[in-house]
């Protein structure tokens, strides 16, 4: 180089063994020092050629920073000439400064408090190209200089970057996959302070003590952290979002039209999505990542979220867009997706937590009819789990006599005397506490242990109604009220149950009232309708429970051995402004004509859910039989209603 023009001056020694650079110096102010090198390195003048040809780009520095000599390498390296380098300040040559922890650690090694300090830099060549440097600094044993190297690590630095991105992308849509995705996952929820990570992350290796220094691992800017040059968690809205998408019957595409054609497809999708998030009106940023994480599936993340509106948007963009026919190599094909939507605070929330809550909402979506979003809610969920906890539950519960029965009065309307009581059933659960029938007569229905379970409500009820019979043999009995499920009539032999129960029990049939619900028994015919037919026979009543809220199909009943109905609560609180200043004569008129109707059809009437005195002196101006609520009483336990009975007892 033309800048070199001075030629070899003498070199610097080694101390103890260690090579001491040789030095190329320009200025007169300079050659002491060098020159004092060059005396302690005489008989070894040959060093000072060896630093300037060398290809690692290497200067010595005073102890201040400032550059005594450079090489040739060096010059080249930064694109200039070696003259210039002279008295620059190695600081600003490669960027010592513009971290607080490089630039601290920089001054350490300058003041011989540190060994050594080594930092990744990005430089910016002349040419105008990026080129990665990787810097080293340590001091030069014995003497207040120090030398920097610099090797140009760019190639190392692509290929690193290449290789990562392989890893990292799917082949089929390029979108980041499940891997690349987890990173930036755990990395937006651990940089959060809220979860503990400072603005650093976690666990940096800085420290007073630590001898070397590295900014930046092995992988820099391709890893998680600088994906598209924003850094993640700090000064952001402390929450997180993930829409989890799922084609709708992606396999059908795959297997009748061929992979290529369901790939072409995937990349189309990733297409879209790509334009979703990153139109995403929310952030000015946009470019929420989308990953594919494998099969059909694609996650979208949206870090900093706003709040689930914004994902709900997202959401719905995303359904529009996937709407529009894919024109795929002449074939035009039409697809849907269904989307789990979870949106919470990034404090608490845990990579496994995300993506379960978002696993199960995605599974609603689709359980809810695909081609829809559905937004994670923690109630649904707590309920899914305790709906599988319960199951497991149920069968051994019956064996552990886990379930009570409460009795609620059914009183006359006319005379307010209880008539009969209705046996509700309750689960005493260890864990989950008492538990309502809404709970887990579903489940009982589902797996079937309903029938046992309602063998023993029956038998229960029958031998407690017999045994205030025999307590209170002054009082008019009381007849009981139990509830039947319909698998209870298909799948068992409930005429010879209860024909049983009454037999072991001593009840009389007449004391015994089944609660049928309108659609166990419409359209019945046969087996069903048999044993309605038997059941009547023996003596027992039917009651139709709930009635209104089915088909309501009265004359049809009429024609069925039913001889109660009992009148749907949602009825009576249609009665609910009877404080004159709002009245509801359209309810009223309807459910008058009813119990009309059911009078002159042979049917006796019960309504449900009498809470206020107003109701009560309605139903009974209407013609209502019989009524059950809280204004009457709530369900209780057995003892109670025999103090009711002994209350009523005539006292002689
Ligand atoms: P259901 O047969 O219609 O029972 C009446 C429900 O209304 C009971 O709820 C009762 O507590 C409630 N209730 C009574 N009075 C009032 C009132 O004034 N206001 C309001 N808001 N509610 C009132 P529960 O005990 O939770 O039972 C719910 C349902 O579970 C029952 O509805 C019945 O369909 C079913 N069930 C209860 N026990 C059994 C059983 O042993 N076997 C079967 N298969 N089903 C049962
Ligand atoms: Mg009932
Ligand atoms: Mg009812």
């Known amino acids: 180089m033309s800048g070199t023009s001075e030629g070899p001056r003498p070199a610097a020694v080694a101390a103890s063994g260690t090579v001491r650079p040789p030095v190329t110096e320009r200025h007169s102010a300079d050659r002491a020092a060098a020159e004092s090198v060059a005396r302690a390195a005489a008989g070894h003048r040959d060093y000072r050629g060896v630093f300037q040809t060398a290809h690692l780009a290497m200067a010595v520095l005073d102890h201040h920073g400032t550059v005594i000599s450079a090489n040739d390498a060096l010059a080249e390296l930064l694109g200039t000439e070696p003259g210039t380098l002279f008295e620059q300040t190695a600081a600003d040559l490669v960027d010592l400064a513009s971290d607080i922890r490089t630039w601290h650690a920089y001054r350490e090694v300058l003041e011989g408090r540190r060994a050594r300090l080594r930092c990744t830099r990005r430089l910016k060549h002349p040419d105008g190209r990026a080129l990665w440097a990787e810097v080293n600094v340590s001091p030069v044993p014995e003497s207040r200089s120090v030398l920097l190297s610099i090797a140009d690590i760019s190639d190392r630095r692509e290929l690193q970057a290449r290789l990562r991105h392989l890893q990292m992308h799917d082949p089929v849509t390029r979108l980041p996959n499940r891997t690349l995705f987890f990173e930036r996952l755990t990395s937006a929820l651990d940089a959060s302070p809220y979860n503990g990570g400072g603005p650093f992350g976690k666990g940096r290796p800085y420290g007073g ?3 070397v220094y590295s900014e930046g691992g092995p992988l820099g800017d391709t890893g998680a952290r600088g994906h598209d040059g924003r850094s993640y968690g700090h000064g952001g809205t402390g929450r997180i979002g993930l829409c989890y998408l799922d084609l709708d019957g992606f396999k059908a595409v795959n297997d009748t039209l061929g992979h290529r054609t369901g790939d072409r497809l995937l990349a189309a999708v990733a297409t879209r999505l790509t334009e979703c998030a990153d139109h995403d009106g929310y952030t000015r940023s946009g470019g929420h990542l989308v990953a594919r994480l494998g099969g059909d599936e694609f996650a979208i993340l949206v870090e900093d979220s706003t709040g689930t509106e914004q994902l709900a948007d997202l959401a719905r963009s995303v359904l529009t867009t996937l709407q529009l026919p894919f024109d795929l190599a002449g074939q035009r094909l039409s697809v849907s997706a269904s989307i789990g939507v979870v949106e919470r605070a990034v404090a608490g929330t845990t990579p496994t937590g995300l993506m379960q809550a978002a696993d199960t909402t995605l599974y609603w979506a689709k359980a809810d009819g695909k081609a829809r979003w559905t937004l994670f809610d923690p109630e649904r969920n707590a309920h899914r789990m305790t709906r599988q906890a319960l199951t497991s539950a149920l069968r051994p519960a019956i064996e552990d006599d886990e379930f009570v029965l409460q009795y609620q009065p059914l009183v006359g309307m006319a005379d307010g005397v209880v008539r009969g009581v209705e046996a509700l059933v309750r689960w005493n659960h260890p864990q989950f506490g008492t538990l309502s029938p809404n709970r887990f007569i579903g489940i009982a229905e589902e797996d079937g242990s309903i029938v046992q379970l309602g063998r023993w409500v029956l038998h229960t009820a029958c031998r407690q109604a017999r045994q205030w019979q025999r307590d209170h043999p002054r009082v008019r009995p009381l007849f009981v009220s139990v509830n039947v499920a319909v698998r209870q009539v298909w799948d068992s032999d409930l005429v010879t149950d209860v024909a049983e129960i009454l037999a072991e029990t001593g009840l009389a049939p007449q004391l015994l009232q089944l609660e049928l619900t309108e659609s166990a ?15 009547s026979d023996m003596g027992v009543r039917i009651a139709i429970d709930d009635f209104g809220t089915g088909y309501s199909n009265l004359a049809y009943l009429s024609r069925l051995p039913v001889s109660v109905l009992k009148l749907d609560g949602s009825f009576v609180r249609g009665f609910r402004y009877d404080d004159g200043v709002h009245p509801s004569p359209a309810d009223e008129t309807i459910v008058e004509a009813l119990v009309q109707l059911a009078h002159r059809l042979g049917l006796t009437v019960t309504a449900e ?44």
């Not at 028994?521 to 059941?535: C, F, T």
């Open 609 to 652: 859910c009498v809470e206020t005195s107003g109701q009560a002196a309605r139903l009974q101006r209407i013609g209502c039989d019989t009524g059950q609520g809280w204004l009457f009483s709530r369900p209780v336990a057995p003892e109670r209603i025999a103090e009711m009975i002994a209350a009523t007892a005539p006292r002689s």
């Open 521 to 535: 028994v419409m359209g019945s015919a046969g087996r069903p309708l048999q044993a309605l037919q038997a059941l």
């Open 209 to 211: 003590g630590s001898a």
